[in-house]
């Protein structure tokens, strides 16, 4: 059985040194970017191996197309492949950041036709909530050949002016609500959101104890926000096209499958003056 959302510590467990399972650390802070892979250094779960968010999961930025671009998918393929992931490979990402990170690896996976592709739910503080020791050993696997390319459509930003202008999509911004409103804003130069975007807080799909909440609550949140709204006319965004990949998880999981992420995010539509921008509610 493949596992194509979420996994629980306890199914991760007996299956930890499979040869077809790879598990990667995505742990990262984005005012610290070398926290990651200094904590993965310290201690990470058994054959685990780190994939850095700015390094290995963002393309090139050019100044105009956001903080964290995609990365070229031929690129991310030989990532991919130099971890040893192949058409075949069961992938499981975690962070302890809620999903924040791993969610990012999870859809990149998927844009690329990798469905065998879940999150630690709970993350590291799970696994260790479980009783399981951490590893401080460095793994290597054998390459694999990773063929995937992109199939998943995405939004650019053309496409949401247009949109803003014969409505087809609703924008969903998974940012805090006080960045959303243009309020307290550290990381972009610019503070508002897009024209008609609703907000979805992206911690909002945890639980107290840091876990996804159960499906029936995320589909009766969701509902509420969207209304009579197809998912698969749902476009998610964020500050840089991260934490937008939370919320489309978490759509994944109540059933509301085929919403669509704009990888440039805020930090992309800020980068140009020309623009519409909203700030308030």
Same mark, same amino acid.
């Given at each position: 059985?493949?596992?194509?959302?979420?996994?629980?510590?306890?199914?991760?467990?007996?299956?930890?040194?499979?040869?077809?399972?790879?598990?990667?650390?995505?742990?990262?802070?984005?005012?610290?970017?070398?926290?990651?892979?200094?904590?993965?250094?310290?201690?990470?779960?058994?054959?685990?191996?780190?994939?850095?968010?700015?390094?290995?999961?963002?393309?090139?930025?050019?100044?105009?197309?956001?903080?964290?671009?995609?990365?070229?998918?031929?690129?991310?393929?030989?990532? @991919?492949?130099?971890?040893?992931?192949?058409?075949?490979?069961?992938?499981?990402?975690?962070?302890?950041?809620?999903?924040?990170?791993?969610?990012?690896?999870?859809? @990149?996976?998927?844009?690329?036709?990798?469905?065998?592709?879940?999150?630690?739910?709970?993350?590291?503080?799970?696994?260790?909530?479980?009783?399981?020791?951490?590893?401080?050993?460095?793994?290597?696997?054998?390459?694999?050949?990773?063929?995937?390319?992109?199939?998943?459509?995405?939004?650019?930003?053309?496409?949401?002016?247009?949109?803003?202008?014969?409505?087809?999509?609703?924008?969903?911004?998974?940012?805090?609500?006080?960045?959303?409103?243009?309020?307290?804003?550290?990381?972009?130069?610019?503070?508002?959101?897009?024209?008609?975007?609703?907000?979805?807080?992206?911690?909002?799909?945890?639980?107290?104890?840091?876990?996804?909440?159960?499906?029936?609550?995320?589909?009766?949140?969701?509902?509420?926000?969207?209304?009579?709204?197809?998912?698969?006319?749902?476009?998610?965004?964020?500050?840089?096209?991260?934490?937008?990949?939370?919320?489309?998880?978490?759509?994944?999981?109540?059933?509301?499958?085929?919403?669509?992420?704009?990888?440039?995010?805020?930090?992309?539509?800020?980068?140009?003056?020309?623009?519409?921008?909203?700030?308030?509610?």
């Amino acid at each position: 059985m493949a596992y194509t959302s979420l996994i629980q510590p306890e199914e991760l467990i007996p299956n930890v040194h499979q040869p077809d399972w790879r598990i990667i650390d995505c742990r990262h802070d984005l005012a610290q970017p070398d926290a990651g892979e200094t904590a993965y250094g310290k201690g990470h779960l058994p054959g685990a191996l780190f994939l850095h968010l700015d390094r290995d999961l963002s393309g090139v930025k050019t100044g105009c197309n956001g903080r964290h671009p995609l990365p070229e998918p031929a690129v991310l393929a030989v990532t @991919l492949g130099r971890c040893g992931i192949g058409p075949g490979t069961q992938v499981v990402a975690y962070d302890d950041s809620g999903g924040m990170f791993a969610a990012r690896l999870w859809w @990149l996976l998927r844009w690329l036709g990798h469905e065998a592709v879940a999150v630690l739910d709970g993350g590291l503080g799970a696994w260790k909530q479980a009783g399981e020791a951490l590893s401080g050993d460095s793994v290597e696997f054998p390459p694999a050949l990773f063929n995937g390319h992109p199939t998943l459509l995405t939004l650019t930003a053309d496409d949401i002016l247009r949109q803003l202008e014969e409505p087809r999509w609703q924008l969903l911004d998974a940012r805090a609500p006080d960045r959303f409103r243009g309020e307290n804003e550290t990381l972009d130069p610019v503070a508002g959101h897009i024209p008609g975007a609703l907000n979805r807080f992206f911690r909002d799909n945890l639980a107290s104890d840091g876990r996804f909440k159960r499906v029936e609550t995320l589909r009766e949140e969701f509902g509420a926000l969207l209304g009579d709204r197809e998912p698969e006319r749902v476009v998610h965004q964020c500050g840089s096209g991260v934490t937008a990949c939370h919320n489309l998880l978490a759509m994944e999981i109540a059933g509301l499958e085929g919403s669509r992420l704009y990888p440039g995010s805020w930090s992309e539509w800020c980068s140009d003056p020309a623009r519409p921008m909203v700030r308030g509610v």
